[in-house]
């Protein structure tokens, strides 16, 4: 049977009109995508930023995903206006969504729709614009900009400067295709550098028109333009070699009423490169190994595996929460570890014979020399033929076990090489005790190349794993370090106790290939070239 034909996809998102639900100011919009997976299940694909105070949002967060022509995909889009720092949108304001095919999407390249309250009532004149571009280029542009001298546009200070980059559309018109981080009070900024995939940004077509917006920032969302520049990608190159390529800023209406104006400020290219953007694929196919590790909560607020209301109870088909959740990721990662070894350890309880203090790392095999397990199998082997011997017991510690796994990632990260990443899944009911000690490992553990997972079992209040997720804000140590990548993610298996096995699995894993990426992008290293094969 031929195989289904596969290609990758950019959705980019604007809206219009949408209602403000912000007491005496507009929303503050954000988008998320979200696939059927079959009846009445989604899975969240990913999502937009937030911006502040706006109606009318045109968002330059692009949104990727697979295209597979021989099968309906249903798409839903939802609109929110985000009030705190939670990456839950149930407590946020839903401003409207749409729901269509990707079919539907590709085939017309730009569409546009009325967005519609959950009840199917209008959300008013508010209205979402869906843009589809094939991604066919795996290069990105690397960019770091400058400026001297900009104009101060603030009455009690100088100007918060950012900058907008947009490419001329195939129709004539400017896409917004990125955007700055706003520089605060300072007329002389530096961006950071940022790296962006060529096809977003001019289409792969290094002479395809660019427009560069730099404008200072006012939080009631009415930004004041202070200059823009029109050029190219083969003009950034000129950069490349570290000889600044410098734009005058012009503002158009000072153009016109000034014969003496020159310009509203200099920015400067203070480097430009262009960069081949390595996919999950190519890394795993050039022999890069997924560790995988398991860490199981044995603590005291799970309840007595004796108890059927305990989630570590033994139903009589054998299975509870725990397993079922290591079961479904551990099929999915197992496939990309050659020797299907994998560590696992328990946390949280006291041990035979003395059953003294209780363990905070202890291998669920009882094995301390040797603590691998066969296959997943062998995982569930092991946590059945413990379970019975051990007296749940607490507190709930995390950081013991991620320094372990973050000290054998360090030993191969020493390599200097792609060819070993590791993944921890840690199956907790999410009562956590040393939250400082977990937050120091983990922006440590940042670094290296490592994520982890943790899937919250049942109904507990996973505040504490939202905060480590760190999807809505930067999770910081304890002195204020912040990670270096985001590498923590949280799934409550509560949302996935009735869907497919297959959709537990896809949510847990899906930035998995991601901080895979961004790891070795950060260090530099490219794929590994595959061996060939040896000669008979």
Same mark, same amino acid.
């Given at each position: 049977m031929a195989k289904d034909c596969v290609s990758k996809v950019e959705l980019s998102i604007s809206c219009s009109n949408l209602?403000?639900?912000?007491?005496?100011?507009?929303?503050?919009?954000?988008?998320?995508?979200?696939?059927?997976?079959?009846?009445?299940?989604?899975?969240?694909?990913?999502?937009?930023?937030?911006?502040?105070?706006?109606?009318?949002?045109?968002?330059?967060?692009?949104?990727?995903?697979?295209?597979?022509?021989?099968?309906?995909?249903?798409?839903?889009?939802?609109?929110?206006?985000?009030?705190?720092?939670?990456?839950?949108?149930? &407590? &946020?304001?839903?401003?409207?969504?749409?729901?269509?095919?990707?079919?539907?999407?590709?085939?017309s390249k730009s569409l546009s729709r009325p967005l519609q309250l959950k009840k199917g009532k209008p959300a008013g004149k508010g209205t979402i614009t869906v843009t589809a571009e094939e991604i066919k280029d795996n290069r990105a542009i690397q960019l770091e900009f400058e400026a001297k001298n900009l104009d101060k546009k603030d009455t009690f200070?100088?100007?918060?400067?950012?900058?907008?980059?947009?490419?001329?559309? !195939?129709?004539?018109?400017?896409?917004?295709?990125?955007?700055?981080?706003?520089?605060?009070?300072?007329?002389?900024?530096?961006?950071?550098?940022?790296?962006?995939?060529?096809?977003?940004?001019?289409?792969? !077509?290094?002479?395809?028109?660019? #427009?560069? !917006?730099?404008?200072?920032?006012?939080?009631?969302?009415?930004?004041?333009?202070?200059g823009s520049f029109t050029t190219k990608v083969s003009e950034l190159q000129k950069a490349a070699h570290g000889s600044p390529v410098a734009f005058d800023c012009i503002h158009p209406d000072k153009q016109?009423?000034?014969?003496?104006?020159?310009?509203?400020?200099?920015?400067?290219?203070?480097?430009?490169?262009?960069?081949?953007?390595?996919?999950?694929?190519?890394y795993v196919m050039g022999g890069c190994q997924i560790n995988f590790t398991v860490g199981v909560d044995f603590t005291g607020s799970n309840g007595d595996p004796r108890s059927p209301n305990s989630l570590h109870y033994l139903s009589p088909d054998g299975l509870n929460q725990y397993l079922s959740a290591l079961w479904s990721v551990g099929q999915v990662v197992q496939d990309y570890d050659t020797d299907k070894l994998f560590p696992a350890f328990g946390f949280g309880a006291k041990l035979p014979p003395d059953f003294a203090a209780a363990h905070h790392e202890?291998?669920?095999n009882f094995n301390p020399t040797n603590p691998y397990c066969q296959g997943i199998e062998?995982?569930?082997?092991?946590?059945? #033929?413990?379970?019975?011997?051990?007296?749940?017991?607490?507190?709930?510690?995390?950081?013991?076990?991620?320094?372990?796994v973050a000290s054998i990632a360090a030993s191969s990260a020493q390599a200097n090489n792609a060819s070993q990443y590791f993944v921890l899944l840690i199956l907790t009911d999410g009562e956590i005790t040393d939250l400082d000690q977990t937050r120091d490992a983990i922006v440590r553990a940042s670094r290296l190349p490592l994520s982890i997972i943790i899937v919250g079992v049942g109904p507990a209040d996973f505040k504490a794993m939202e905060l480590l997720d760190g999807d809505d804000g930067v999770l910081r140590s304890t002195v204020g370090e912040a990670v270096s990548r985001d590498i923590v993610q949280f799934v409550p298996y509560r949302q996935f106790k009735d869907a497919p096995k297959e959709a537990l699995a896809k949510s847990v894993l899906a930035e998995v290939?991601?901080?895979l990426v961004s790891y070795f992008k950060m260090r530099g290293f490219d794929p590994l070239k595959p061996k060939a094969a040896d000669k008979a």
């Amino acid at each position: 049977m031929a195989k289904d034909c596969v290609s990758k996809v950019e959705l980019s998102i604007s809206c219009s009109n949408l209602l403000d639900k912000d007491v005496g100011s507009k929303s503050d919009p954000l988008c998320v995508l979200l696939q059927g997976t079959g009846g009445d299940k989604w899975t969240e694909l990913g999502r937009t930023e937030k911006l502040n105070n706006t109606s009318s949002p045109s968002f330059s967060q692009r949104l990727r995903l697979d295209y597979n022509f021989e099968t309906v995909q249903n798409l839903k889009l939802g609109v929110y206006d985000i009030d705190n720092a939670s990456s839950d949108l149930s &407590d &946020d304001d839903y401003l409207g969504g749409v729901e269509l095919t990707l079919g539907q999407i590709v085939s017309s390249k730009s569409l546009s729709r009325p967005l519609q309250l959950k009840k199917g009532k209008p959300a008013g004149k508010g209205t979402i614009t869906v843009t589809a571009e094939e991604i066919k280029d795996n290069r990105a542009i690397q960019l770091e900009f400058e400026a001297k001298n900009l104009d101060k546009k603030d009455t009690f200070g100088k100007s918060d400067p950012f900058l907008e980059f947009f490419k001329k559309g !195939d129709d004539g018109k400017w896409q917004l295709v990125h955007r700055t981080e706003v520089v605060k009070n300072n007329l002389n900024p530096t961006w950071k550098k940022f790296c962006i995939p060529l096809q977003t940004f001019c289409c792969s !077509d290094l002479e395809r028109p660019l #427009k560069v !917006d730099c404008s200072d920032h006012d939080s009631d969302g009415t930004h004041d333009l202070i200059g823009s520049f029109t050029t190219k990608v083969s003009e950034l190159q000129k950069a490349a070699h570290g000889s600044p390529v410098a734009f005058d800023c012009i503002h158009p209406d000072k153009q016109k009423k000034k014969k003496s104006y020159k310009n509203s400020g200099v920015v400067s290219v203070k480097n430009c490169k262009l960069v081949t953007q390595y996919t999950f694929l190519d890394y795993v196919m050039g022999g890069c190994q997924i560790n995988f590790t398991v860490g199981v909560d044995f603590t005291g607020s799970n309840g007595d595996p004796r108890s059927p209301n305990s989630l570590h109870y033994l139903s009589p088909d054998g299975l509870n929460q725990y397993l079922s959740a290591l079961w479904s990721v551990g099929q999915v990662v197992q496939d990309y570890d050659t020797d299907k070894l994998f560590p696992a350890f328990g946390f949280g309880a006291k041990l035979p014979p003395d059953f003294a203090a209780a363990h905070h790392e202890f291998a669920l095999n009882f094995n301390p020399t040797n603590p691998y397990c066969q296959g997943i199998e062998g995982i569930i082997d092991a946590y059945r #033929k413990v379970l019975p011997q051990l007296k749940l017991s607490g507190p709930t510690n995390f950081s013991p076990l991620i320094t372990h796994v973050a000290s054998i990632a360090a030993s191969s990260a020493q390599a200097n090489n792609a060819s070993q990443y590791f993944v921890l899944l840690i199956l907790t009911d999410g009562e956590i005790t040393d939250l400082d000690q977990t937050r120091d490992a983990i922006v440590r553990a940042s670094r290296l190349p490592l994520s982890i997972i943790i899937v919250g079992v049942g109904p507990a209040d996973f505040k504490a794993m939202e905060l480590l997720d760190g999807d809505d804000g930067v999770l910081r140590s304890t002195v204020g370090e912040a990670v270096s990548r985001d590498i923590v993610q949280f799934v409550p298996y509560r949302q996935f106790k009735d869907a497919p096995k297959e959709a537990l699995a896809k949510s847990v894993l899906a930035e998995v290939p991601n901080q895979l990426v961004s790891y070795f992008k950060m260090r530099g290293f490219d794929p590994l070239k595959p061996k060939a094969a040896d000669k008979a």
